[in-house]
Structure formats: structure tokens, C-alpha cells
């Protein structure tokens, strides 16, 4: 696929998406979300209507971009898994210490983990706003 391929399939998504269908679909997700009590402080979980719909090359110059960070985040839980000294600068408690040393059986700090940025198409503006490893909804 090239990206002219890809660019046409994207707007012609967006095409689909008619005011009287976005606001039919848009009724059914918030009822269907709340009936289901898929909702977060009474609001829905779901609220795009528009997914970020990117082409093969730019999700490869995002991969790229970020696979550094995510290098670095695997050097330093490593590190802090086998330099008492190194680990000690983030002040765990002991029920943290026990699971940081602990054989989890995977080979990256949090499996479920998620990076939350903003991404600006034709620019490639590229902002990360946090690290959410703490809850699984990096595995939804």
C-alpha cells in the first residue's frame, strides 16, 4: 500500500461518517456504553466516532520515534532490577522492591503498559503526555 493508497482510504472513511450517521451512532454508543455500565465517572468510555486512522508510513516514523524512549525505559528497569544502589535514588517501599525483583516472567516492566501522546498529522508534532503503567487499560 502507498501512502497516496492509504491517505485515500482514510478520507474515504471520513466520508462515510454523514452528520445524521454520526449522530445515529454516536446515540447508540452512549447507550449501549451505559447499559452495559461502560461509563467512567458518568462518562462513556468510548466517545470517538473519528479513530486516528494513520498510514502504514507514518505509523513506521511513529515506531520509529518511539522505540529510543522505550529502549531507555527497558535500560533503566533492568538496571533497577540488578543495582540495589541505582534503584535505591526512587525510594520503593518494600512491597515495591519484592515485585521489582521478582521474576514475572515477562521481559518488560509492565506488559500492559501504555504511552499516551498527541500527534499532529502533516506536521509530526509528537508530545507524550504520560506513562500509564499502572492500570491494564493499555491492554484494551
Known sequence: MTAQDGTRLIDAWH??????????THTHIETELGRRGLVFDGRALCTVLRPRLTTPEELSGLQQRIRPLLRAFAKVHERGREDATFRSQFGLLDWEETLLTSDTGYSVASPTSRLDFFYMPGSGALALTEYNAETPAGAA
Open 15 to 24: 466520508e462515510l461518517l454523514t452528520d445524521e450517521v454520526a449522530e445515529d
